[in-house]
């Protein structure tokens, strides 16, 4: 048997944001290796919404940071494959893992590189060019080369990681969001542009681009928008939605703070377009998913759509400013025929790029090669040797002194 142990930041919540269903699409992979056996741990709080692991074969498993229970924990469970959820995650475990299962291959999901998130943040705040080296980046790499693996979402983020900090290829395994193809029989189904009305955003409000665009659409962009198209409104969808956001709402602007969707695609479906004005972030935006896969055209940024869709058109526009966002905003809404040719863009997009037949089986060739030589991949990857020896002793003894405190 191989048993895998994945350790997770949260639990996961597949209707809250794309980070919760793009963690059940990397477990559905695990399970596809033969005669594996997945453990799911997390030191977080459930919420309402988190997934019941157990309906889909998964065993739970809560945990305690800085508590010797989680050593007696793996020494019985004995893992093969460890898989992080975020560089945070290996930073609290990665010790005690290596300690006690150093045969274990290490894999990190990093979702997104959350150090670029952070110095785009940054950036737009202090109106600066974008710094990657800081002790963010610092934290975040170091966990990547700790780790026999790192999941990558982004073609992007794979290049700036080999080319600017040096990271080895083979190290980086490329896994886009996995979606079923679409087929004419799905496509042939959606609402049509008659069927549709009015605009659409979603996004969990935690996220702070995800606000940030929110408040664009507010301030900037809706207000020219609701002049020229009376008849419209502007529905805002997203979990977690904060007192700052809800705010906004304004039902005499047309104007929505919606909150909470359950079934996202279901709920953009109904709309005629997205608009996602994303000036900063990072990785690849679930909502853009959601959208292709129901045939919604979008307005959207550089950023936005970054390495989403490689050289194929856009379902929609990328919008260089506010002036143009607007305007081929209306160009959409209003003409039906450039909306059936963005909606066109969606199906190729999805069955190229986003395929789970084409990047699923990957994946999982990938991290059982690597478990078979195990032993060779290391020795080729040495530096990893090297940062444990020396960064895990710090962590540790950190560690135990807070365990030491908290007695």
């Known amino acids: 048997m191989v048993n895998i142990l ?4 949260v639990w996961p919540e597949p209707t809250s944001s794309a980070a919760g269903w793009r963690m059940l699409q990397i477990l559905e992979s695990l399970q596809l290796i033969p005669d594996s056996h997945i453990t799911f741990a997390s030191a977080a709080a459930k919420s309402p919404y988190s997934f019941r692991l ?13 508590n010797p229970s989680f050593d007696d924990f793996i020494q019985l469970l004995q893992p093969d494959i460890v898989v992080y959820d975020r560089f945070v995650t290996e930073e609290q475990f990665g010790w005690r893992v290596h300690e006690n299962c150093p045969r274990a291959l290490t894999i990190l999901d990093t979702e997104d590189l959350h150090f670029l998130r952070q110095a785009r943040t940054i950036a737009v705040k202090k109106q600066t060019a974008a710094d990657y080296y800081n002790e963010f980046t610092i934290r975040e790499i170091s966990s990547i080369l700790r780790c026999d693996l790192s999941v990558m979402i982004s073609t992007f983020e794979i290049d700036l990681l080999v ?7 083979d190290a980086l395994i490329y896994l886009p969001f996995l979606e ?12 049509t542009f008659e069927e549709r009305q009015h605009f659409t955003f979603i996004g969990n409000f935690l996220h702070e681009p995800n606000y940030q665009a929110v408040l664009q659409l507010k301030l900037e962009i809706w207000p020219q928008l609701k002049k020229l198209l009376p008849n419209s409104e502007l529905h805002i969808y997203g979990a977690y939605a904060h007192h700052k956001a809800l705010q906004l709402h304004n039902p005499k ?4 703070i919606k909150g909470r969707c359950d079934n996202a695609r279901q709920t953009i479906s109904n709309y005629k377009l997205l608009l996602a004005p994303i000036h900063f972030g990072a990785g690849v935006k679930g909502k853009f998913i959601d959208a292709m896969q129901t045939g919604t055209p979008s307005v959207t940024t550089e950023t936005g759509a970054e390495s989403m869709h490689e050289n194929l058109n856009w379902p929609g526009y990328i919008a260089a400013d506010s002036s143009s966002f607007i305007s081929e905003t209306i160009a959409l809404y209003n003409n039906k025929s450039l909306w059936i040719n963005a909606q ?3 199906q190729p997009i999805i069955n190229t790029l986003y395929s789970k037949q084409l990047f699923q089986s990957g994946f ?4 059982s090669q690597c478990l078979k030589d195990l032993d060779k991949f290391r020795n080729q990857h040495f530096i990893r040797e090297i940062l444990l020896s020396n960064t895990n002793q710090a962590k540790k003894y950190m560690s135990l002194w807070i365990e030491a405190k908290n007695k």
């Open 364 to 367: 999982i060739e990938a991290v």
């Open 253 to 256: 602007e047309r104007f929505f």
């Open 163 to 169: 080319s600017q900090f040096n990271i080895q290829k």
């Open 344 to 346: 066109n863009n969606c």
């Open 180 to 191: 079923e193809n679409i087929t004419n029989d799905i496509s042939d189904k959606w609402k």
């Open 54 to 66: 157990d309906t889909i074969q998964i065993e739970e498993k809560a945990i305690e940071l800085n």
């Open 6 to 9: 994945v350790i997770g930041l």
